[in-house]
């Protein structure tokens, strides 16, 4: 096994931001593979997630962010189970980069089971339409809309998004870190986003 140094420890700390002993820990698991290690952490921080989801969120935060020339602004509440979490830092910081990707992706919801059924039926009926006219046949014109739908809710639903940040972990990736670091239940409560001119 390959032996485990303070500086690969570091770089893991720095790539995740898990806790020191974590990023050791991950590190023995996972012989040293660095790669491996990430992914070790990001299910951990799924299982600490999963564990804690049912506990009530009262406390939390309001955000905003305003974009620069003042035509686009953000406001977002998420919530946790404690008034000491929710002036932490991190979960601030956290609040504060949320508000900003909201406002670079345009999400409409924040989970799928959100997502308005009538915009997705007029999605269906695009991509329907679209691969009728482009020759395919009709027993996979279903498949297709289907995959396209699911292409559709990733870029609509907040918690699947890629973070703007880093595109190489979604919004729910950065939410199970964070409830794993604070030990807590953290959800994404609302968001309204404002541009001049718009509805």
């Known amino acids: 096994m390959a ?5 690969m420890v570091k770089e893991l700390r720095e790539r995740t931001n898990a806790g020191m002993m974590d990023c050791k820990k991950a590190l023995q ?4 593979d660095m790669e491996k290690a990430v992914d070790y952490l990001r299910q951990k921080g799924l299982a600490v ?15 905003c962010y305003i974009h620069s020339g003042n035509k686009l602004g953000v406001l977002v509440e998420v919530n946790c189970e404690t008034d000491f ?28 089971e959100e997502a308005p059924e ?16 482009s020759g395919k046949p ?14 559709f809710l990733k870029e609509i639903c907040l918690l699947e998004q890629p973070y703007v940040k880093d595109p190489d972990v979604t919004i729910q990736d950065l939410l ?11 959800t994404i409560k609302r968001f309204v986003r404002f541009q001049v001119g718009e509805k």
Not at 29 to 32: A, D, F, H, N, Y
């Open 118 to 133: 009538d915009v997705l039926q007029k999605e269906r009926e695009i991509y329907k339409q679209q691969a009728i006219e």
């Open 29 to 32: 698991e996972c012989g040293g």
């Open 85 to 112: 979490v929710a002036k932490t830092d991190q979960f601030i910081e956290f609040a504060r980069n949320l508000a900003m990707h909201i406002a670079a992706t345009n999400p409409l919801c924040i989970r799928r």
């Open 138 to 151: 009709e027993h996979i014109v279903d498949k297709i809309v289907e995959g396209r739908i699911e292409k």
């Open 3 to 7: 032996e485990i140094t303070a500086a």
């Open 176 to 186: 199970n870190e964070l409830v794993a670091k604070m030990g807590e239940n953290i």
């Open 49 to 63: 997630a999963a564990k804690r989801a049912g506990r009530a969120t009262s406390e939390g935060v309001v955000q």
